[in-house]
């Protein structure tokens, strides 16, 4: 008897267990903060911007005045930049790049490179694990008398990425960060696969959270 009214309270207690953990032991879908279509939308606005940025930071940068001499002394060699290029003062590229990337990226990366210089040691192993200490890394650019002025010794990072917004498609995310996959062209080829690209959501606009290229 006591055995019988044991499996009956048992039975009761998985039961109400059952009940419980149908509304709070199930775990909730991850929900995107954008659909496959606003990626797309979004991702059209910023790209053509943060392409221009990026070929300024790391690809073949602003080009100078043909024939100008370097205007300033060290390690960089800071020749004037022609009219007619994206940006024509630091100014510029700074609302430029404020306008399509996060404020981290900003803070960390994108500026050292480009206005703000960085000191940076490597190590090499070789046979005699040499050490190359390479010192100070000038900006990119500086801008002397209101003239913007480009390092020509900075080295050139090769063509830049050109992202197909049409391909995007959200892989990850939540309602202030996502993850899209996009397929790409470098140098007017498509690659075999898709790079990935971040979006974060700042002061209520969605913004690149790194590097296109």
Not at 70 to 84: D, I, L, M, N, T
Not at 102 to 123: H, I
Not at 147 to 158: A, I, K, S
């Amino acid at each position: 008897m006591m055995k019988k009214r044991f499996a009956a309270l048992l039975a009761a207690l998985l039961t109400v267990v059952t009940v419980l953990c149908a509304g709070s032991c199930r775990k909730e879908p991850e929900i995107p903060g954008l659909t496959d279509g606003e990626a797309k939308e979004i991702l059209g606005e910023l790209l053509p911007t943060a392409r221009e940025i990026m070929r300024a930071a790391y690809g073949e940068g602003l080009l100078p005045v043909e024939g100008s001499e370097a205007k300033s002394a060290g390690p960089g060699a800071f020749f004037p930049v022609r009219e007619g290029e994206a940006f024509g003062s630091v100014e510029a590229m700074k609302q430029a790049a404020g306008s399509v990337f996060s404020a981290s990226y900003l803070r960390d990366t994108l500026y050292v490179l480009l206005f703000e210089g960085y000191y940076r040691s490597e190590e090499e192993t070789g046979e005699e694990d040499e050490t190359v200490v390479t010192g100070n890394i000038t900006p990119r650019y500086v801008e002397e008398n209101g003239v913007l002025m480009v390092d020509l010794n900075y080295e050139n990072h090769g063509a830049i990425a050109e992202p197909i917004p049409t391909t995007a498609r959200v892989v990850s995310g939540n309602g202030s960060a996502v993850k899209v996959e996009i397929a790409y062209l470098l140098n007017g080829t498509q690659a075999e696969k898709p790079m990935r690209i971040g979006l974060v959501l700042e002061n209520g606009k969605w913004v690149l959270d790194g590097p296109v290229f």
